[in-house]
């Protein structure tokens, strides 16, 4: 006992019995425990299901000679897992920060085998879950829990600059949505309505882009809502327009207006074919003057001209 678990017990017949038995009983229970909590393969089963077997061979009975000669037949296992038997126990307490340590781990692993394929930039970790991947795949990782604290500790690290940099840049992506929404409501606002009422629904579109846009600035707390509010704010762009033309449409409605004449031209078609790729001021200063001479003579013959 002394050998193999440090364990100083009085030579005296029934009191090194019932004190050796209280010992292995106390970690037979402790070693139920763990083995009653996990499923399937776990950090140290092997040895657990070995000592299960030892210990509960030893106290399947009261006799003193018994017990003993049980105890010396199996001596060598017992030194063999004796200066383990603390560490699986430690290792697997409920509370314990290995234990903490160990399933945090095994939570950025998966996430980062979950989400590689849409976020590109966990790349960075790769060396750092390798590193991590190869402790938790060691069937009795109780020495390397130290360096396994450090390489979690490291990865989270990383894994919230990386979030960091991407919420960032993320905000200017819907900030942009917000400022083309923006020039919509700005134009629609500085023209003349004929419903008293139409200017106040367009305002109130407005007001209710940018509740929603701000509701996305607060959620930019991880990747998949980063890359959802991305999105959505892209897509708000579309529905703004949609719902403002609607408002524009309904506002002409019911009205007797004279007669006008109306033209339609794709947005694409203002736009000559050598002039679809834009390098230099200049290839801007040719577009723009393109457009305007196209509208410009769309207007001589009509009063209206739609733009899809």
Not at 23 to 34: C, D, H, P, Y
Not at 52 to 81: G, H, M, P, Q, Y
Not at 130 to 143: A, Q, R, Y
Request: charged share 35%.
């Amino acid at each position: 006992m002394k050998d193999a678990f440090d364990l100083t017990i009085e030579l005296k017949e029934v009191e090194l019995r019932d004190q050796s038995l209280d010992f292995f009983k106390g970690k037979l229970e402790s070693l139920r425990q763990i083995n009653y909590r996990n499923s399937g393969m776990y950090p140290g089963k092997e040895l657990v299901d070995k000592m299960l077997s030892i210990f509960s061979t030893i106290t399947s009975s009261s006799d003193s000679e018994t017990v003993f000669d049980k105890i010396i037949a199996r001596e060598n296992d017992l030194i063999e897992c004796g200066d383990k038997l603390d560490m699986v126990i430690n290792f697997h307490s409920e509370n314990g920060s290995q234990l903490k340590t160990w399933k945090s781990a095994q939570t950025i692993c998966k996430y980062y085998e979950d989400n590689i394929l849409f976020v590109p930039e966990l790349g960075e970790l790769d060396s750092l879950i390798k590193d991590i991947e190869d402790i938790l795949k060691m069937e009795e990782p109780f020495n390397m829990m130290p360096k396994l604290a450090q390489l979690v500790a490291q990865a989270n690290e990383k894994q919230n600059e990386l979030l960091k940099v991407n919420a960032e840049a993320a905000k200017k992506d819907i900030n942009k949505s917000l400022d083309a929404i923006t020039r919509e409501y700005n134009e629609a606002v500085s023209k003349s309505f004929q419903k008293v009422d139409t200017k106040e629904k367009i305002d109130n579109l407005y007001q209710e882009e940018k509740e929603v846009f701000d509701r996305l600035l607060g959620t930019l707390d991880s990747f998949d809502r980063i890359s959802s509010a991305k999105s959505r704010a892209k897509s708000e762009i579309d529905s703004f327009r949609t719902a403002l033309l609607k408002i524009i449409k309904e506002d002409g409605e019911g009205q007797n207006e004279p007669e006008v004449r109306r033209t339609s031209v794709r947005a694409s078609n203002l736009i000559p074919v050598a002039n679809r790729k834009i390098k230099t001021q200049e290839d801007v200063r040719r577009l723009l003057d393109n457009i305007k001479n196209t509208l410009e003579g769309l207007l001589d013959n009509n009063d209206e001209i739609d733009i899809d």
